[in-house]
């Protein structure tokens, strides 16, 4: 009985380690490049829109000397997923990389170029519905609200438009 319990619980530590091998080489890293073209005033994250698995790893790289980040939408993932937010990167070359294992759609942006358009999306497996969005808190938002009021003007309305319109979407 001995034996048979120990030679099950190698079989199982081999079927283990093969899953997790078949894991682990399944994983992709993808590259987000951030561009920024001064001739045509044009700063974006190409692509844009990416698709990836669980598990995989994004990657973002900045393409010349200039300040970017990345950071999601307070209302701009999956609910029970983790928002998140590069520290700014100013060098060529610099990266900030984020592996992601919930699915669902990430919607992010750069916040010195917010009003420029710098936006991108992560979908992870599949994309998530209008009524999945995490419902950010008083408190979330006002915590993005002062990140931008270190970029932007404190009467700058479109900022008080864009938080109401997302979630006015949502049905809230
Ligand atoms: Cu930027």
């Known amino acids: 009985m001995t034996g048979m319990l ?9 079927v283990t380690l093969v899953l997790s091998i078949a894991t682990s080489a399944a994983a992709e890293t993808h590259v987000v490049r951030i561009v920024s073209d001064y001739e045509n005033l044009h700063f974006a994250f190409e692509p844009p829109l990416l698709v ?8 973002w790289v900045n393409d010349v000397a200039e300040e ?6 307070p209302g701009g993932y999956p609910e029970g997923a983790e928002s998140f937010q590069s520290p700014y990167l100013s060098r060529a070359d610099e990266t900030f990389s984020r592996e ?3 699915e669902g759609t990430y919607q992010y942006h750069c916040l010195p170029h917010l009003m420029m358009g710098m936006k991108g999306e992560i979908v992870v497996g599949r994309r998530t519905e209008l009524g999945e969005f995490h419902q950010p808190s008083r408190s979330e938002i006002a915590a993005y609200r002062n990140q931008l009021l270190e970029w932007f003007d404190e009467d ?3 900022l008080q438009v864009r ?10």
């Not at 120990?6 to 081999?14: K, Q």
């Not at 938080?163 to 809230?172: D, F, P, Q, S, V």
């Open 68 to 73: 970017h980040n990345v950071i999601t939408y």
């Open 52 to 59: 990836v698995q669980p598990g995989d790893t994004v990657t």
């Open 156 to 158: 700058d309305n479109l």
């Open 163 to 172: 938080i109401t319109e997302k979630r006015e979407r949502r049905g809230h």
């Open 100 to 102: 992601f294992q919930i």
């Open 6 to 14: 120990r030679s099950f619980g190698l079989s199982l530590a081999a």
